[in-house]
């Protein structure tokens, strides 16, 4: 079966830290672009960052600039967000999902999600 799958999500404090992960399975990560992104409550879908076969990485959003990391480790066949100096406004479900590309709109696999909420 083809599928990936989110993991790490949870509660996390304000100003903590949180890191996420996207595994493969089925199939080989190490050619595809991948890209994070959220659905906080009542919003629409935002793209978060995404990172290319190189290892190179854009970011969708600026609120997450130097605060989040994407990272890969093709080993694992899984890709991270490392999450840190946490806000309010960064709660919602997590996804990661397949690209040829990270720019343009052309998506291939999804997760089911991992939910992220940042409260004391």
């Known amino acids: 079966q083809l599928q990936l799958v989110e993991s790490g999500g949870g509660l996390v404090q304000p100003g903590g830290s949180l890191r996420l992960s996207c595994t493969a399975s089925?199939?080989?990560?190490?050619?595809?672009?991948i890209g994070w992104f959220r659905r906080a409550p009542g919003k629409e879908r935002e793209g978060i960052q995404c990172?290319?076969?190189?290892?190179?990485?854009?970011n969708y959003v600026d609120s997450v600039k130097g605060r989040f990391t994407i990272s890969r480790d093709n080993a694992k066949n899984t890709v991270y967000l490392q999450m840190s100096s946490a806000r309010p406004e960064d709660t919602g479900v997590y996804y990661c999902?397949?690209?040829?590309?990270?720019?343009?709109?052309?998506?291939?696999?999804w997760g089911q999600g991992t939910q992220v909420t940042v409260s004391s």
């Open positions: 999902a397949t690209k040829p590309r990270c720019r343009g709109h052309e998506y291939g696999y």
């Open positions: 089925g199939f080989s990560l190490d050619y595809y672009a």
């Open positions: 990172i290319r076969p190189d290892n190179s990485s854009i």
